[in-house]
């Protein structure tokens, strides 16, 4: 028999699949878009903009709305409205109504991190945490790795407007599946009435947020940088066949799935050296980096020192959130996970054009530097941030 945190899981696992899934579903159709429409690739390259970046900026109000009046009414109306919006992208004309569709099902997306974190909070005990935390992550993850072949596949025996309709429509069954089982789906819980969540200042002003939101947004910088030009690195600097290049990529992202996974099991393990955890895994990632970029080395040698980093990194990030987790106050996980898991996108959006910047000006040996440099600075933040939070709990104003 199943039993309830297994079902809790696969119910907020498979909508966070859905989420990444979605994010990814529009790059493998580009081709075929751009003749349908007459469009440039820079217009393409927009709709996904406006996917990612209006959930990015969505993430923190829906969070305070959220810590106020409950998960599951916005994690059923948010999965709904992407994947309608998603299907709908079949019926469009014209590409600016493409563009609009995006942006809903951006709205939609903008809920699964605050939904997601508030309910997990409340349905899976302390010592379980970490490693719901991780299959959280590792979905995610398995839904940005399955949207391009999937895409693919379903392009290879029908249009593009049924493949549009197919993939809007596995919404449906999952928000049927939540509406169904919501009596397991137990929101954070509040544990003193007399208080009132934060302000949207005092949210944004807030030194530990503001250190964590860093953490965060450093790490990403790093990833997204490595995740665009790793390829185009190890092919001009050190001189990789483009399928070894693309093995290093594959070997990356697989090692960090596989992290996320051990990263969890590690943080219900032990709480008390989380700090020590995440640093030295960080620090090793960028040194593996590092490694990869200044010396020289054969073509497996460089796909494996790319596997540990990835698994490194990837190992990283979940003891990382239940840090987050334990310095939010309670009541206010939703707020708090919408504001500083914005980092994620936002750092992942501004690295691919300055590093491809060095690249056009003939210093393509830098960008695995400049990444590795990031991820140092992170561990700065993320060591300030939990000496802020052990000083000085995230305060819940008194009324």
């Known amino acids: 028999m199943i039993t309830r945190y297994a079902r809790v899981n696969l119910l907020i696992g498979t909508g966070h699949f859905l989420s990444h899934f979605y994010q990814l579903c529009l ?136 493949v549009l309709i197919v993939v809007g429509g596995l919404g449906l069954p999952v928000v049927a599946a939540v509406i169904w089982q919501s009596s397991i789906l137990r929101d954070q819980v509040r544990k003193d009435t007399t208080v009132r969540g934060m302000s949207v200042r005092e949210l944004m ?76 895994l960080t620090t090793f990632s960028a040194l593996t980096i590092l490694a990869v970029d200044i010396f020289p080395m054969g073509d497996f040698v460089a796909i494996g020192l790319m596997l540990a980093s990835g698994f490194g990194l990837g190992a990283s990030r979940t003891p990382r959130d239940v840090m987050l987790k334990d310095a939010a106050p309670p009541g206010q996980i939703g707020k708090v996970f919408g504001f500083v898991s914005a980092g994620l996108p936002l750092g992942a959006a501004v690295t691919p054009v300055p590093f491809g910047f060095l690249i056009d000006h003939g210093r393509a040996e830098l960008v695995l530097i400049v990444a590795a440099g990031f991820l140092l600075a992170s561990i700065l933040c993320m060591g300030s941030a939990k000496a802020s939070s052990n000083r000085d709990a995230i305060p819940a104003a008194a009324v």
Not at 81 to 110: D, E, K, Y
Not at 208 to 234: D, E, K, N, Q, R
């Open 205 to 280: 002003l807030h030194r530990t947020l503001i250190l964590f939101f860093l953490f965060y947004f450093l790490g990403a910088m790093a990833s997204g940088g490595v995740l665009a030009w790793l390829i185009t690195v190890l092919h001009e600097v050190k001189g990789l066949d483009l399928a070894i290049a693309s093995a290093a990529l594959t070997a990356y992202m697989v090692g960090s799935s596989a992290g996320v996974l051990l990263g969890g099991w590690a943080a219900d393990k032990s709480t008390r050296y989380l700090a020590i955890f995440v640093a030295g």
């Open 27 to 162: 790059p493998p159709l580009f081709l075929v878009l751009q003749r349908q429409f007459d469009i440039s690739f820079a217009e393409l390259g927009l709709a996904v903009v406006l996917m990612t970046g209006t959930s990015a900026v969505l993430q923190t109000p829906l969070g305070f709305l959220v810590d106020r009046y409950g998960a599951r009414p916005f994690l059923i109306g948010g999965t709904l409205i992407m994947s309608l919006a998603i299907s709908m992208m079949a019926f469009t004309t014209s590409f600016w109504q493409m563009l609009v569709l995006s942006l809903i099902s951006g709205i939609g997306n903008a809920v699964f991190h605050p939904c997601d974190y508030a309910i997990l909070a409340g349905s899976v005990p302390r010592e379980r945490m970490g490693r719901s935390f991780a299959l959280h992550s590792f979905t995610g993850n398995v839904g940005y790795a399955l949207a391009p072949p999937t895409i693919a596949a379903l392009l290879s025996v029908m249009d593009w407007r049924g």
